[in-house]
């Protein structure tokens, strides 16, 4: 039985603010036909949500709860 193809998620880039609390990091999402700006704990569409955003890498998790997506920079 074929296993089912994974939705396309790229990351594009993680842009980091650097302020008097620490690193806010922020991620460039292309999905689905659009472009996301997020951050931990924002939505990107109705399937997934950011869990953790480190200065390479992206784990987005689904609101399902099945799965961990991780996306990281080329």
Known sequence: MPRPVPPVV???GIA???TAAGVSRTAIISAFGQLFLVKEGDSVTDRYRVAK???DVVE???L???AVLRLALK
Do not use: P
């Open 64 to 66: 399902s709860g099945s």
């Open 60 to 62: 987005l998790s689904e």
């Open 10 to 12: 790229k990351l594009s």
């Open 16 to 18: 980091e603010d650097v």
């Open 53 to 55: 955003i480190s200065s």
